[in-house]
């Protein structure tokens, strides 16, 4: 029963395919200078237009704690995706202020870089090639992995079976695999969904 979750939405028209297509999560992300930057301000109209069954991910880099925590409290997200160098200290802090789940995003070129993920007490891995690549990693490195996580990194409609049927993630996370010229593409939202929900 993989999970879906499409990042990087920034238009009205994106949150009307996701209230259409229903996955699972939906990623903003909150990296200002990146091509898929919303503000706080938008991303909480975002919301509001937005399914209230579909949770939120905010997307942060090194984001000040306080920032991750306001829009947490606020509801404009659910979930806090750290992509940056948050330690252990950092999960702490924000778990002292906030009781919703943790992804944490590593990126995975050698064993040793998963070991490393698995060490660190998320409540789940998001497992990468980069940030916001669009390109993938050598999956037979995250074989076997007894923790939940989200793939990510270079997935489209047309390579996701083979992923899904070689790593077995909790989840599947897309952005630029489901675009056109920097947009969200309905079509390739749709077939993205459908493959996947085909091998649930």
């Known amino acids: 029963m993989t999970k879906i979750k499409i990042c990087g939405l920034k238009s009205d028209n994106d949150i009307s395919y996701a209230n259409e297509m229903k996955p699972d999560y939906v990623g903003f992300v909150f990296l ?98 980069g940030l916001g690549t669009g390109e993938s990693f050598d999956w037979s490195l995250i074989q076997n992995i007894n923790r939940p996580f989200f793939l990510a990194g270079g997935l489209n409609p047309e390579n996701v079976k083979d992923a899904i049927e070689l790593a ?16 969200k593409d309905y079509k390739k939202m749709k077939a993205f969904a459908d493959t996947v929900r085909m091998l649930r």
Do not use: W
Request: proline share 6%.
């Open 32 to 129: 200002k200078g990146r091509a898929r930057y919303v503000s706080p301000k938008q991303a909480a109209c975002f919301r509001k237009l937005l399914d209230p069954s579909i949770p939120a991910v905010g997307v942060f880099v090194d984001e000040p704690v306080e920032n991750v925590v306001s829009l947490l409290r606020n509801d404009t997200i659910q979930i806090a995706q750290l992509h940056g160098h948050e330690d252990e200290a950092y999960l702490k802090k924000l778990r002292k202020y906030c009781c919703q789940p943790v992804i944490k995003a590593f990126i995975i070129k050698t064993a040793d870089d998963m070991n490393k993920a698995l060490r660190y007490p998320s409540d789940y891995l998001l497992l990468d090639n």
């Open 168 to 183: 077995h993630p909790y989840a599947v996370d897309v952005s630029s695999g489901v675009e056109t010229d920097g947009k």
